[in-house]
């Protein structure tokens, strides 16, 4: 039942409600029916012996009955009989083979083998010493069949009547939900998008005719107001820090380098003011990171594509990194297996980023004497490629966040010099350029990250207009 949508179960539980007070409902009828339609038939009885008496005329010591009495009203029949139970007129009902005793004013319910009937007998005096009798018999079994009939009937429609319900039930529910639909379709989109300019936008239903779903939808799509507000203070916070930071920053750099050039510091001032440098090389990356996606979230990061030749470019900042890790000493190998001469559509600049930013992380990452792999290679249009390492590795539940800003899982993201900000600028560029990255992990064996991105101008191009649609 938990698996069930909300859509099913009201739907299931609106059927099953009509269908029980359906039933209840015919099955009091059925029992009041059944109890009027004997009255019903007795009471029919009762007055069709009753005026049969005008049919029955004493002229000249004769007895005269008119034509009318033959005949057969309201499944009702009629016969006349003197004071010792003689038949005189009339007929009887086939099957009606018994004489019963004369019982003035009472009807009796005489049953003969499977069939019932109702007998009701009257006496009528014609003259001061002539008395006549009129008998009435009625078929009760025939009342009782053509009432089967109906629950029949009613028995066979119940289940037609069922399914229409929760068919009227489930287009109701359908129709009542579709605002929740839509509200989900909208959050799902915002999720996969990070777009938060996405509103529910609920047409109809002013505001004498708004319902809680509709008040929901609306103070939802009023709250994304409000957060897409506070995100784009946030993003113009940053893009502002991040500017004014850049002067000091610069200023430190410049102070620094011309203090090393003092040859009469001493070697412990030195060293102090190498790590003053250190450190403001690394906030002065930081900084430059921080504001590529603050310029990236507000629009305002072009890409300049050309073709260009992947291949080398690869090749070149995989032998850059082995260099960098060689001279800090990491004793980590980056190794490649790239195809030749694959050339791509793309903005040369941020292909680099990207492949640096990954091989850096490799290497960051990798156990000492550990080895990086990078591979490139063209596959029906497509650019792909890999750097896998055989590092610390990254737990399941932290995999979803590596492309947070600042995230840093325990073991797989607390390198010295990484910000936190290079894997969120990988899933930009990629995403960027119509492509994807992704990552595979397990800890203590080491990951690998994957990327994909058209290659041809034509496939990049459609990639893009779909993404705006």
């Known amino acids: 039942m938990k698996k069930l949508s909300l859509k099913i179960k009201l739907t299931l539980l609106y059927t099953f409600f009509m269908i029980l007070a359906t039933a209840a409902v015919l099955a009091i009828l059925f029992s009041l029916s059944s109890r009027e339609i004997l009255a019903s038939t007795q009471a029919k009885l009762e007055r069709r012996v009753q005026d049969s008496v005008d049919d029955i005329t004493l002229q000249g010591g004769e007895l005269k009955v008119d034509s009318d009495f033959y005949s057969v009203t309201r499944d009702v029949y009629l016969s006349l009989y003197d004071s010792n139970m003689y038949f005189l007129y009339g007929k009887v009902p086939y099957g009606f083979d018994q004489q019963p005793e004369i019982s003035d004013g009472e009807t009796r319910r005489i049953r003969e083998g499977s069939l019932e009937w109702y007998v009701y007998d009257m006496s009528f005096r014609l003259a001061e010493n002539y008395t006549v009798y009129v008998r009435g018999i009625t078929s009760v079994t025939e009342a009782e069949e053509n009432f089967s009939v109906t ?120 060293c102090q003011i190498e790590l003053i440098e250190q450190k403001a090389k690394n906030m002065s990356r930081m900084i430059s990171q921080l504001l590529f996606l603050s310029r990236a979230d507000q629009g305002r990061q072009p890409l300049n594509r050309e073709r260009v030749n992947v291949s080398e470019l690869t090749q070149m900042a995989a032998e850059e990194q082995q260099m960098l890790a060689d001279a800090e000493g990491n004793d980590v190998t980056v190794s490649c297996r790239i195809e ?130």
């Not at 429609?157 to 489930?170: C, D, E, K, Q, S």
């Not at 409000?226 to 610069?250: A, G």
């Not at 903005?347 to 492949?355: K, P, W």
């Open 340 to 469: 030749p001469d694959i050339t791509a559509y793309v903005d040369e600049s941020f292909y680099i980023r990207l492949v640096v930013n990954l091989i850096s992380n490799a290497v960051s990452y990798s156990t000492k004497g550990g080895s990086v792999l990078v591979t490139l290679s063209l596959l029906n249009g497509e650019l792909l490629g890999s750097v896998q390492d055989n590092g610390v590795g990254i737990a399941k539940e932290d995999q979803a966040h590596i492309w947070e800003r600042f995230y840093r899982a325990d073991t797989s993201r607390s390198g010295g010099s990484h910000s936190g900000l290079g894997l969120s600028m990988v899933k930009w560029i990629a995403q960027a350029h119509g492509g994807w990255v992704k990552v595979e992990s397990s800890p203590g064996k080491g990951s690998i990250f994957s990327f994909g991105l058209p290659a041809d101008k034509d496939l990049t191009d459609t990639v893009n207009e779909k993404q705006k649609l």
């Open 151 to 270: 629950i029949r009937f009613a028995i066979i429609l119940f289940p037609l009547m069922a399914v229409v319900t929760a068919f009227i039930g489930y287009r109701s529910t359908r129709r009542t939900l579709l605002p929740v639909k839509k509200m989900i379709y909208t959050v799902q989109k915002i999720r996969a998008d990070a777009d938060l300019s996405q509103r529910i936008g609920l047409e109809g239903g002013g505001e004498k005719s708004r319902d809680e779903i509709y008040s929901l939808a609306w103070t939802f799509d009023d709250m994304l107001d409000e957060l897409e507000e506070v995100f784009k203070r946030e993003k113009q916070f940053t893009s502002d820090v991040s500017h004014e930071l850049r002067t000091p920053v610069s200023v430190i750099l410049a102070q620094c380098g011309e203090c090393l050039e003092d040859n009469t510091l001493s070697e412990r001032q030195r």
